[in-house]
């Protein structure tokens, strides 16, 4: 479909700035809403929203609008000319969910009704992006047998190729923001079926890259590479064989593309590196010392709640239907953020 103007809730996030400025590089007008809580969510690091908030503000095409998707008629007025909308805005740690349950649900669930109103009332009937995640699964992922190795676990024989969309979702522990997301998952694929909008769904697993400030609650990859060359300690939840597949950002964003572009009316897509692009927070440790050198042996703690021993993302469909496929490996991936967040030593003064 034709793209002239993308409105990108979250803007000035992680995967929201990547986006708004790819696109907005490729010549669409691109508006980005953000309400720059990130602070207050997530802790101190979480200012650094600002950074990805001053950062858009270098683009002529981009316009900045500082604001809640919670506020009223708000999403409804910037979407009224809208071609596409890539809702990012989200709360995104499990355990802020569970010690604030209510915000949660506010932001994910209520917010995500908001912009699928503001989309079915547009005359532009503009296309949605769902930042979904792997998470709608809950716990039921740990049923799946699993073997352990050396410095990892991994899906036993049948499941190699890691979940598939149709995995179940029922009858299973998820947290508060596995629920939250989950309600959005389902909410944006109605209103697909309901108001025949163009929706796509991404149920996204580990996303890293450039300019992402992670904490221990979200942004695990970015989180150890900052403590690493800070030379801080680290906690490992869990035993440090855990797996998730890891998608470097870019490539998420390209996926995003190719479903505005050649993708189906209603598509919903397990997002992530892969079977091919997996890593244990052991094998991370070892990639980093191998960029960084030496580097503090880490601590180790209980697992935290509804936690996977592995999550590794069947992206066959995305493949097939978007004709897209991971390009930048774990090592190549990692080096590069390494490389960048020393490169940038003023971002991470209160790290180094």
Not at 78 to 86: F, S
Not at 102 to 113: C, H, K, Q
Not at 168 to 178: A, F, I, K, S
Request: aromatic share 10%.
């Amino acid at each position: 479909m034709p793209l002239d103007h993308l409105l990108v809730t979250g803007g000035a996030g992680f995967i929201g700035s990547h986006a708004a400025l790819h696109f907005a590089r490729k010549g669409v007008r691109v508006t980005v809403l953000d309400n720059l809580s990130r602070s207050k969510l997530l802790g101190r690091r979480g200012g650094t929203a600002r950074l990805n908030w001053d950062r858009l503000g270098e683009e002529s095409v981009v316009r900045r609008v500082e604001g809640d998707i919670r506020e009223p008629g708000l999403v409804e007025e910037l979407a009224r000319d809208a071609d596409g909308i890539l809702h990012a805005a989200a709360q995104t740690a499990v355990t802020t969910s569970v010690k604030d349950p209510e915000t949660d649900f506010s932001i994910n669930a209520f917010g995500t009704f908001q912009v699928l109103e503001a989309a079915r009332n547009s005359p532009r009937r503009p296309a949605v992006i769902y930042c979904s995640t792997n998470k709608v699964y809950g716990d039921r992922v740990n049923a799946v047998p699993v073997r352990e190795e050396g410095s990892r676990y991994r899906f036993a024989e049948g499941h190699e190729s890691g979940i598939a969309e149709t995995f179940g979702l029922d009858l299973c522990e998820h947290t508060p923001y596995g629920c939250s997301k989950l309600t959005g998952d389902l909410y944006a694929q109605d209103y697909g079926h309901l108001h025949d909008l163009k929706v796509g769904v991404f149920r996204m697993s580990c996303i890293y890259g450039t300019w992402q400030f992670g904490v221990e609650d979200q942004g695990w990859v970015a989180w150890f590479a900052i403590g690493a060359l800070g030379g801080k300690p680290l906690t490992i939840f869990g035993d440090g064989k855990q797996v998730r597949d890891v998608l470097w950002v870019e490539d998420l964003v390209a996926a995003y593309e190719a479903f505005l572009e050649r993708g189906p009316r209603l598509g919903v897509y397990n997002m992530g590196g892969g079977a091919e692009n997996t890593l244990s927070l052991l094998e991370l440790l070892d990639i980093l010392r191998r960029e960084v050198g030496d580097i503090p042996q880490p601590a180790f703690d209980a697992w935290r709640p509804s936690d996977q021993k592995v999550y590794v993302s069947d992206i066959a469909k995305a493949q097939r239907e978007l004709a897209w496929r991971p390009s930048v490996g774990p090592e190549e991936g990692v080096g590069r953020l390494v490389a960048w967040i020393r490169d940038h030593p003023r971002f991470f003064a209160d790290s180094f």
